[in-house]
């Protein structure tokens, strides 16, 4: 399959116009193989699963997109949307390097907003020290190397930084963030324009696989029954239990975490900020400051036992106390962030490979079923939405996706 260009029909229509929106009449329409083309489900409406539809929709295949809420309503809106291609695994790196240098493109043919400022890691503390290290001796081997800074360096590229008693600090080029909801938005408007069909709230209760590749694959869903010829799982925490009936167990952590967003406030920085462990945050576009404190809550606070058992929402007056709390842990290495007033938080459910690692590919077993499940879905988005496009559309195996499939042997690197 040819890579496509996006042929800028915003001209006669207006993506803005074309904004989804709940669609109730396509799903009768859902087995029909109008001059043949090939039917492709996908079950998911983040980033990820909006990336795929367009790109198998420009690849000429008749595409249904399946979501169960709407579209960015899971882990996408609670990301904090960094692209970045930080990793201590080379190969993967690689991988997350050829997915930025596809966002840039992206970036400007559909108007993603993104904001290309870089990154700044820095830490106070004896302890981090040296966490860098990796990445950066890496980065430098594909020819991108990063900038040491010392407390002058960092001060005159981050004015409006205060780090404390300086351990390291440093600047890579490499990498922006965006509004995870506008640019899912920005894909799924392309890929209605190249025909998708967007339908939501639609769930998905059964998957039922023909014997064969050539039988395609039948769903059971809210709206009826549906046949596709292919079936593109992009459900993130909800995959493992849509593929079990098929016999594959998808070994996912459970990690929470909680996002905070102030209310917009002037423009201090176009960079991300990797602060003393764990500690991350960024300037969002309309000004709001937005990040987190810890990559999942701890698990001996008696409060977050409903959190670490399953999905929910943030409890009634829980969210500003964290919020605030947060935002006073930015604000000691950030002294302007003390005139951020909270907004909300958002408490997001990411899928994660107990080895860190997508999970990309043909369900073992069920050949008419493929899947696409990783952390790093903003991140990842353009590159594994083209791959999988030209596989399950185009016929291509891609052999930037051999690490990665399903029937690889899990070594848990992340701890539980």
């Not at 193989?33 to 090939?38: D, I, N, Q, V």
């Not at 890496?138 to 300086?166: C, N, R, V």
Request: hydrophobic share 40%; charged share 20%; with cysteine.
């Amino acid at each position: 399959m040819e890579r496509r260009t996006f042929l800028g029909l915003a001209a006669g229509a207006g993506l803005s116009s074309l904004l989804i929106g709940c669609e109730t009449t396509e799903s009768a329409n859902a087995s029909v193989r109008p001059g043949g083309r090939l039917q492709v489900g996908i079950v998911g409406g983040g980033m990820l699963g909006a990336s795929i539809a367009m790109y198998c929709a420009r690849g000429g295949a008749e595409v249904t997109l399946l979501e169960k809420a709407a579209p960015a309503a899971g882990a996408t809106s609670k990301s904090l949307a960094w692209i970045n291609p930080f990793h201590n695994d080379k190969t993967y790196m690689g991988l997350r390097l050829e997915s930025i240098k596809r966002w840039q493109a992206l970036d400007k043919q559909l108007g993603m907003n993104a904001i290309w400022g870089g990154h700044v890691g820095f830490t106070d503390k004896p302890e981090d020290k040296g966490r860098f290290d990796i990445q950066a001796r890496e980065l430098a081997d594909y020819g991108f190397p990063t900038k040491p800074l010392d407390q002058a360096e960092l001060k005159h590229m981050s004015p409006d930084i205060d780090p404390g008693k300086l351990v390291e600090a440093y600047y890579s080029e490499l990498g922006g963030h965006l509004d995870p909801v506008h640019a899912t938005n920005r894909y799924l408007e392309a890929a209605k324009i190249a025909g998708a069909k967007i339908l939501y709230p639609c769930t998905v209760s059964a998957i039922e696989p023909g014997g064969n590749l050539s039988a395609g694959v039948d769903i059971v869903t809210s709206r009826g029954r549906m046949h596709f010829d292919r079936l593109i799982v992009v459900a993130g925490v909800d995959t493992p239990k849509m593929l079990a009936p098929l016999g594959y167990k998808l070994p996912l952590l459970y990690k929470p975490g909680a996002l905070v967003h102030s209310k917009p406030m002037p423009i201090l920085t176009r960079k991300v900020y990797d602060g003393p462990s764990p500690l991350e945050w960024k300037q969002a576009a309309n000004g709001s400051i937005v990040g987190l404190e810890a990559s999942v809550p701890p698990a001996h606070v008696a409060a977050h036992a409903g959190i670490l058992s399953e999905p929910m929402d943030f409890p009634p007056g829980i969210a500003e106390l964290h919020g605030n709390r947060i935002l006073s842990k930015f604000a000691a290495y950030m002294p302007a962030v003390k005139e951020a007033e909270f907004n909300f938080m958002t408490l997001g459910f990411r899928p994660f490979p107990v080895d860190d690692r997508p999970v990309v590919g043909p369900v073992p077993g069920a050949p008419a079923v493929s899947m696409c499940v990783t952390h790093s879905g903003v991140t990842l988005a353009p590159v594994l939405g083209e791959a999988i496009a030209n596989e399950v559309v185009g016929g291509q195996l891609e052999p930037m996706l051999a690490s990665y499939r399903p029937t690889r042997s899990f070594q848990q690197t992340q701890p539980a």
